[in-house]
């Protein structure tokens, strides 16, 4: 008799081995997604940050690139640009960058009244800046003052 109660015993806990390897509880599955879940939140955020840091690095370069192609414009020509345009139609661009943060070639430029060269005869531009409202999360000044 005893034998036969462990083979019983034996047999009922096969079953129920067997039938929890059938599949996952709900209480596990929940456990899972919601573990999935915030994984794909903390990605989501990294990737916008990557996404922003992108394009102020490419506001950085434009704004680098067009200031340099005034400075060059007005010590080639002995006069300052009274317009972006003016510096692409003069070759110094290919043509004037959309800002990244804005999406539109909307630049603030400043003219100054200084002379870069004692032949220079015309003032005009000698500045540009974004037109961007926001402040930047990461140096935490704002796009206007870059």
């Known amino acids: 008799m005893n034998a036969a109660h462990k083979r019983q015993r034996n047999g009922a806990s096969g079953r129920a081995l067997r039938r929890g390897a059938e599949g996952f509880t709900m209480l596990e599955l929940m456990i899972v997604i919601t573990i999935i879940l915030i994984l ?5 955020g990294r990737y916008q940050q990557s996404i922003l840091r992108a ?5 950085k370069q434009d704004l680098q690139v067009m200031r340099q192609a005034i400075e060059q414009h007005t010590l080639d020509k002995q006069a300052a640009p009274q317009s972006l345009d003016d510096v692409v139609s003069a070759g110094y661009l290919r043509e004037v960058p959309v800002d990244p ?3 539109q070639k909307d630049w603030r430029t400043d003219t100054c ?27 935490g000044t704002a796009y206007s003052t870059w």
């Open 40 to 44: 794909i939140g903390m990605g989501v």
């Open 55 to 59: 394009k102020e690095s490419a506001l």
């Open 101 to 103: 943060i804005t999406r």
């Open 113 to 139: 009244d200084l002379l870069m060269s004692p032949d220079q005869s015309v003032v005009g531009i000698c500045e540009v800046h974004s037109n961007a409202t926001g402040v930047s999360p990461f140096e």
